[in-house]
C-alpha cells in the first residue's frame, strides 16, 4: 500500500516536473538564469516556510492536551541545515545548467521536450553510479545504457556533431547534477522533507541572487513577463513537487520511483506541443523512444531482487 501512496505522489511530481518545462522555456525568453532561479526558489522557500508555519500550529492544536514524547518533539521540531545545505548546493548546479541549457537553444527547436527528455537520463545514471558504488552491473543494465546512448544520438547527434547544441552539452551536465541531487536525498531519507525542500531552496536562493547580481543585468520588465513562469516553477515545481519528491521516496520502491520519476519527460513533450506549439523531428521522436525505454529498462534489475521500502 505504501508503495502504491509513493507512486502516486511521485506521478503528480513527474506531471508537475514535466509542464515546468514549459515554464522555463518561457521565463529564459525574459531573465536571465540567475534571475530565474533565484525568483523561483525565493516563491519555493517562502511558499514552503508559510506551510510549514500552519502546520505547526495545527500539529499544536490537534496535540493540546495530549502526551508527548518529548524526545519525538525534539526531533520534530529540529531543522536539518547541513543535509539541506548540502542538497541546496548540488540542487543550485544541476538547476543552472539546466536553465541555461533551455535559454540558448536556437528558435524551432523543441527545447521543452528536447531538455525533458535529456534530463531523464539521470535515471540510468542513477544505475550506473550504483555499479561503482559496490553493486554489480546486470546486463540489463548494460542493454539500457547502450540504448539511452543510442537514444541521445538519435535525439542531439542525428545531423552528425554539428546537430549537438550548446544546449545539449549544458542539459545533460544539468541531468549528472540530478543524479548527484537523487542519491544526496537517498542519503538523508529519515530529515523532515518539507524542512529540508524549505533549506535547499534558501541556498539555491541566496547563490542565485549574488551570481544574479554580478552576471546579468535585471529589469522589473523581463520579471514582470516572466511573473507566471517563476510563480509556477516557485510554487509547482519548486515548493510543491520537490517536497513531494522526498516524501515519495520515502514510501515507493527505488526503482518503481524511479521510473514514475522518468514520466517527467513525456509530460514535457506534450506540454511542449500542447502549449508552445513544439514539434519534434521524426529521429528526434525515436531518440526520445529509445531513451524512454532504456530508462525503464534500468530499473528491471531492482525490481526483479524487490527492492522493498
Not at 170 to 187: E, P, Q, R, Y
Not at 238 to 250: D, F, P, S
Amino acid at each position: 500500500m505504501n508503495n502504491i501512496k509513493g507512486s502516486l505522489i511521485l506521478l503528480l511530481t513527474a506531471f508537475i516536473w514535466g509542464t515546468a518545462f514549459v515554464a522555463q522555456t518561457s521565463g529564459a525568453g525574459a531573465v536571465g538564469t540567475f534571475t530565474f532561479n533565484a525568483a523561483r526558489s525565493i516563491v519555493g522557500a517562502l511558499f514552503l516556510a508559510v506551510v510549514i508555519v500552519i502546520k505547526n500550529v495545527l500539529d499544536k492544536r490537534n496535540n493540546s492536551g495530549k502526551v508527548i514524547n518529548t524526545e519525538n518533539e525534539s526531533h520534530l521540531q529540529t531543522w536539518p541545515l547541513g543535509a539541506g545545505i548540502i542538497c541546496g548546493i548540488v540542487l543550485f548546479a544541476a538547476m543552472t545548467f539546466q536553465q541555461y541549457g533551455i535559454s540558448v537553444y536556437p528558435q524551432g527547436v523543441a527545447a521543452s521536450g528536447r531538455s525533458g527528455f535529456i534530463t531523464a537520463t539521470y535515471v540510468v545514471m542513477v544505475s550506473v553510479v550504483s555499479v561503482f558504488m559496490g553493486k554489480k552491473m546486470h546486463w540489463i543494465t548494460g542493454v539500457s545504457v547502450a540504448g539511452c546512448v543510442a537514444g541521445m544520438y538519435l535525439l542531439c547527434m542525428s545531423g552528425g556533431v554539428s546537430g549537438i547544441y550548446l544546449g545539449d552539452v549544458l542539459v545533460f551536465l544539468g541531468a549528472i547534477c540530478f543524479t548527484t541531487h537523487i542519491l544526496v536525498i537517498d542519503k538523508f531519507s529519515s530529515a523532515d522533507s518539507m524542512k529540508m525542500s524549505c533549506i535547499q531552496f534558501m541556498v539555491i536562493a541566496i547563490i542565485s541572487t549574488f551570481a544574479m547580481i554580478f552576471t546579468e543585468n535585471v529589469t522589473f520588465a523581463g520579471i514582470k513577463v516572466a511573473l507566471i513562469p517563476i510563480l509556477y516553477a516557485g510554487v509547482l515545481s519548486g515548493g510543491i513537487a520537490y517536497t513531494l519528491q522526498m516524501v515519495g521516496q520515502k514510501y515507493a520502491q527505488p526503482s518503481v520511483a524511479s521510473i514514475v520519476m522518468s514520466l517527467e519527460s513525456v509530460f514535457a513533450v506534450l506540454a511542449g506541443w500542447i502549449v508552445l506549439g513544439e514539434l519534434l523531428k521524426p529521429k528526434e521522436i525515436m531518440g526520445c523512444v529509445l531513451v524512454f525505454t532504456a530508462v525503464i529498462l534500468a530499473q528491471i534489475p531492482g525490481m526483479k531482487k524487490g527492492d522493498t521500502k
